[in-house]
């Protein structure tokens, strides 16, 4: 059974920084996809950052520069360093993985991944 879950969500100030994980465990695959996502109320999904199976990375431009996505491949787990937060981060962050090769910006824009975590919540105030 598949499982992506997240965790590291919280409340922080702007300018604040947050860490955000996502354990996958059970992909059936050796080469994956992921990528983190976002949707904040009454707004679409968005992606935020994404990493392909060569270890290639695209952002948002919203986050160019203040977040970092990273990949423990050993320990399958997925980071989003989250610096220099603002109240506009504000949203339910999720991550997202499929099979096959990909690059960072197919992993940024997938629109019908095969795997979903729950999702962490991140709250920016001013």
């Known amino acids: 059974q598949v499982q992506l879950e997240e965790s590291g969500g919280g409340s922080v100030q702007a300018g604040g920084s947050l860490r955000l994980s996502c354990a996958a465990a059970?992909?059936?695959?050796?080469?994956?996809?992921m990528g983190w996502f976002r949707q904040a109320p009454g707004k679409d999904r968005e992606g935020v950052a994404g990493?392909?199976?060569?270890?290639?990375?695209r952002y948002a431009d919203s986050v160019k520069g203040r977040f970092t996505i990273s990949k423990d491949n050993t320990k399958n787990i997925l980071f989003l360093q989250m610096n220099n937060l603002k109240p506009e981060d504000t949203a339910m962050y999720y991550c997202?993985?499929?099979?096959?090769?990909?690059?960072?910006?197919?992993?940024?824009?997938?629109?019908?991944?095969?795997?979903w975590g729950q999702g962490t919540q991140v709250t920016v105030s001013s």
């Open positions: 997202a993985a499929d099979g096959g090769y990909c690059s960072g910006a197919y992993a940024l824009t997938m629109t019908d991944p095969k795997y």
């Open positions: 059970g992909l059936p695959y050796t080469s994956h996809c």
């Open positions: 990493i392909g199976s060569a270890g290639s990375i």
